[in-house]
């Protein structure tokens, strides 16, 4: 098979990239800036005239993007022309009970509309987002500053979102589905920190922010206002309870129970020392 990844050298793209490699498919690897060298990856343009040749699609909005529809419009356009075998749309958890008019939803509708064998993913909060997003206030203060109150969230390991989408994409499976991703346990800030500092020997603690010093913060980092918007919406939803549910598909995808947050805490460890 020939996939087509959009975002292949992103947070989600890697370990998608990997999986596809590891299974011997031939991958076409969307990035404005090109790579690591690996076989079985070209690294083409993001004109969507380069998904020409590809068995399967995987699309998914960059980050910092509030108007997620009018990004990949074009390429669902060129899959309606192309008609691949496959097309797989990653979104959000959640994101079927927004609005119709709410892009990523958008996005789902028009490609469940359109006649290609599509199916979409929606991961819950990643748990990578606290090496990464959240990294600042824990190198800096052994912090993790985040809005969600005591409110619980079933994280997923990117890995497990790499590996269920190399899985639909190379399959016949879940046409037409909505798959909701989540990892095996519900956990609060406050045990994300005593999980952290377990697998780091540091004394991370969580601290409720309020708000608005939340969005005054995304501001500071130099994040567009429409996305300070969005980030915040989705931090009040999490707080609100709705990223909670925990489901078993990444079990029915990949026949094995998705990653931990504490095996997330020892592979990462050495992020959490820098």
């Not at 098979?1 to 011997?24: I, R, S």
Request: glycine share 10%; charged share 20%.
């Amino acid at each position: 098979m020939k996939a087509y990844v959009f975002g292949a050298t992103g947070t989600v793209g890697q370990p998608l990239l990997q999986e596809l490699t590891d299974a011997g498919h031939q991958v076409l690897a969307v990035s404005r800036t090109g790579g690591e060298k690996k076989d079985g990856v070209e690294y083409v343009g993001t004109e969507p005239s380069n998904m020409q040749g590809a068995d399967a699609v995987f699309l998914l909005s960059p980050g910092g993007l509030a108007d997620q529809y009018s990004v990949l419009k074009p390429y669902l356009d060129q899959a309606r022309k192309q008609k691949p075998g496959r097309v797989v749309l990653m979104t959000a958890f959640g994101v079927d009970y927004a609005p119709a008019e709410v892009p990523l939803r958008k996005l789902e509708l028009e490609l469940l509309d359109s006649g290609l064998n599509a199916t979409i993913l929606r991961p819950n909060w990643f748990m990578q987002n606290f090496n990464s997003y959240w990294i600042q206030g824990i190198l800096a203060d052994q912090k993790i500053y985040f809005p969600g109150g005591d409110a619980k969230a079933a994280f997923i390991d990117v890995r497990d979102i790499g590996a269920c989408a190399a899985r639909v994409l190379a399959g016949s499976e879940f046409n037409g589905e909505g798959l909701a991703l989540t990892g095996p346990e519900s956990l609060d800030h406050n045990e994300v920190a005593t999980k952290l500092s377990a697998a780091t020997g540091k004394e991370i603690q969580y601290v409720d922010v309020d708000p608005e010093d939340f969005k005054t913060s995304l501001k500071q980092a130099g994040l567009p206002e429409d996305y300070i918007e969005v980030l915040s919406g989705i931090a009040a939803g999490l707080k609100a309870g709705q990223a909670a549910p925990v489901t078993d598909t990444v079990q029915k995808v990949l026949g094995r129970a998705p990653i931990s947050f504490d095996k997330y805490a020892r592979d990462y460890a050495a992020a959490y020392q820098q």
